[in-house]
C-alpha cells in the first residue's frame, strides 16, 4: 500500500486512526496498541502476505535475544548471544538481497554454472533489519531496556517508518507511546502532521514524478546521450531521488504526528552542503548516524591514528553502498563517497579555506557524478552516461523531444528553490494553526491529491533497496 494512494488515504489512514483514539479515548490503552499493531502488518502484507511470516519471526528472534542480552546472565553468554543475533540477521540479509549477486559473480569464474531461482527482495528488510540490529547492540552496552514485546513490536511495525525509514531508535519511540499527554488526541500535532504529509505527498507526485520522466528517458539511451543530454539526465535524477525519499520521510514524519509520535528527520537540505562530510549530515541523517554508531565507531572509529580512522571512513561507505543494493555499481558509489570523506579529511589538514561557492559547486556536481553509478543498471551504462557528461559524444543540441523548455525550466527553478527556499524541517517548526497555514494546507492537499493518478505516477524509489 502506498502513501500516495487513495486506497491509503481513504481508508486505511481514516479507518487506523478513528479505532486508535476511540480506543484511547474509553481508556483501553492496550487495545490501541494492538489494534495499531495489527493495523502495521496489514499495511506491510498488502503488497504480499507472503513475507509475513518473515517479519513476525525477525521480530520474535531479535526481542528473544534481547530478553537474554537484558538478563543477569554472564557477559561471556550475552557476547555468543550477540553474535548470534548479528549472525542471524545479516545472514538473512545476506540470502535474500544479495545471494543471487553473489551467485552470478561466482559463476564468472567456475565451468560449471550455478542456477538459483531469483529471490524476490522482501519489502523493508533492509530497514527492519538494521533497526533490530540496532536494538540488540544497544541491550549488549546497556543502551535498552527490557521492553514488554507490544512495545517492541509495535516500534518495529509502525506503519510510517516500517517500509522506507526513517530508522527510529527504541529509546525515543517507546516513552512516547507510554507519555500520558500522548494518550489523548492532540488537534496542534494532527495538524501538523498533516501540513508535513502532504509537502511530502507534494514534493513526491508533483515534483519528484516529473524529474522521473527526464531521467528514465536519458537512462533508456545513455550510449546516444550527448553532453547536454547526459548532464540533464544526470541532474534529474539527482532532484528525482531528493524529492523522492525526501518527500517519503516527509510523509512518515507527518503520519507518525498524527498519532502524536514524533520521528527523526531524515533530510535537511542535503544540496546545499558545503563538503562531502556536511552533505551526509544532511541526506538520510538516520542511516548515516546508523552507520557511525553500528559500523564505524565498531570498526575503532578515530580511537587508532589517522590512517585507521580512513581506512575505516573508506570501508563505512563501501558498507553502506553495499546496503543499498546488490550490485558492483552500488559498491563503487559507495567507494567514491568514502573517497570524497577520505579526501575531505586530508583537505583539512591543509587549513585552505575555500569560497563558500566554489566548495558548494565542487561539493554538489561530485554528488550528481556519483549519483549516476546509483542509479545506472549496469557499469556500462553508467561509463556510457559519464563520458556523455563528458562531451566525448558532443556537446550538440537536445538528443530526445522529452529535453524540452517545459522540463528545462522546471529544473532550473528547482535548484534555486534547493538553494534558498526553507526545506519540511523549517517549514514545519514554523507551522502555526492560524489561516495562512491552513489555506497552505488546503493547497498542498488538493495538488497532491490531484496529481497522485497522472501518467507519471511512479513508486517510491528506496522502495528498492
Known amino acids: ?78 557476547k555468543k548471544m550477540l553474535w548470534l543475533g548479528i549472525i542471524i540477521n545479516v545472514g538473512m540479509l545476506i540470502y535474500f538481497k544479495y545471494c543471487n549477486f553473489f551467485i552470478d559473480n561466482l559463476n564468472l569464474f567456475i565451468d560449471d554454472k550455478i542456477f538459483l531461482a531469483q529471490i524476490v527482495l522482501p519489502l523493508g528488510i533492509s530497514f527492519f533489519t538494521f533497526q533490530q540490529v540496532s536494538y540488540i547492540v544497544d541491550s549488549y552496552n546497556h543502551k535498552a531496556k527490557d521492553y514488554d514485546f507490544l512495545s517492541y513490536s509495535l516500534v518495529v511495525t509502525f506503519f510510517p517508518h516500517l517500509i522506507a525509514g526513517p530508522i527510529v531508535q527504541y529509546r525515543d519511540v517507546i516513552p512516547q507511546f507510554d507519555a500520558r499527554e500522548n494518550l489523548k488526541f492532540n488537534a496542534f500535532n494532527f495538524s501538523k502532521g498533516l501540513y508535513v504529509f502532504f509537502i511530502g505527498l507534494t514534493k513526491k507526485v508533483i515534483i519528484a514524478d516529473s524529474f522521473a520522466v527526464l531521467a528514465n528517458n536519458g537512462y533508456a539511451d545513455t550510449s546516444s546521450l550527448n553532453l547536454l543530454d547526459s548532464w540533464i539526465t544526470s541532474l534529474a535524477y539527482s532532484f528525482q531521488l531528493y524529492f523522492d525519499f525526501s518527500g517519503y520521510s516527509d510523509m512518515a514524519i507527518g503520519l507518525a504526528l498524527l498519532f502524536n509520535i514524533n520521528i527523526a528527520i531524515n533530510f535537511n537540505s542535503p544540496y546545499r552542503a558545503l563538503n562531502i562530510q556536511d552533505f551526509w549530515r544532511r541526506w538520510h541523517i538516520t542511516l548515516s548516524a546508523f552507520l557511525r554508531d553500528y559500523v564505524y565507531i565498531p570498526l575503532g572509529g578515530n580511537r587508532l591514528g589517522e590512517f585507521s580512522t580512513l581506512k575505516n571512513l573508506m570501508l563505512t561507505f563501501i558498507i553502506g553502498g553495499l546496503w543499498h543494493g546488490a550490485g558492483w555499481t552500488f559498491v563503487f558509489w559507495g567507494f567514491l563517497h568514502g573517497f570524497g570523506q577520505v579526501v575531505f579529511k586530508l583537505w583539512q589538514k591543509t587549513a585552505i579555506k575555500m569560497p563558500d561557492w566554489l566548495a558548494w559547486a565542487i561539493t554538489f556536481l561530485y554528488v550528481n557524478l556519483a549519483w549516476v553509478f546509483f542509479r545506472a543498471a549496469s557499469w556500462s551504462q553508467a561509463i556510457q552516461l559519464v563520458e556523455g557528461m563528458l562531451g566525448i559524444r558532443g556537446t550538440g543540441t537536445l538528443h530526445s523531444n522529452v529535453f524540452t523548455d517545459v522540463f528545462l525550466a522546471p529544473l532550473l527553478l528547482i535548484g534555486v528553490l534547493l538553494l534558498f527556499y526553507k526545506n519540511s524541517v523549517e517549514l514545519a517548526q514554523e507551522f502555526k494553526t492560524d489561516r495562512k497555514h491552513l489555506a497552505y494546507l488546503i493547497f498542498l492537499a488538493l495538488a497532491g491529491i490531484l496529481f497522485m493518478n497522472s501518467i507519471t505516477a511512479n513508486d517510491f524509489l528506496y522502495f528498492d533497496f
Do not use: C, D, H
Open 1 to 78: 500500500m502506498l502513501f500516495n494512494s487513495f486506497e491509503f488515504l481513504l481508508a486505511f489512514l481514516p479507518i487506523t486512526l478513528i479505532v486508535y483514539f476511540v480506543f484511547i479515548q474509553t481508556g483501553n490503552i492496550s487495545a490501541s496498541r494492538y489494534w495499531l499493531f495489527f493495523a502495521s502488518l496489514f499495511f506491510y502484507s498488502w503488497w504480499n502476505p507472503v513475507y509475513l511470516p518473515l517479519i513476525l519471526g525477525s521480530i520474535v528472534f531479535n526481542y528473544s535475544i534481547g530478553k537474554q542480552l537484558n538478563s543477569s546472565r554472564p557477559v561471556s553468554f550475552k
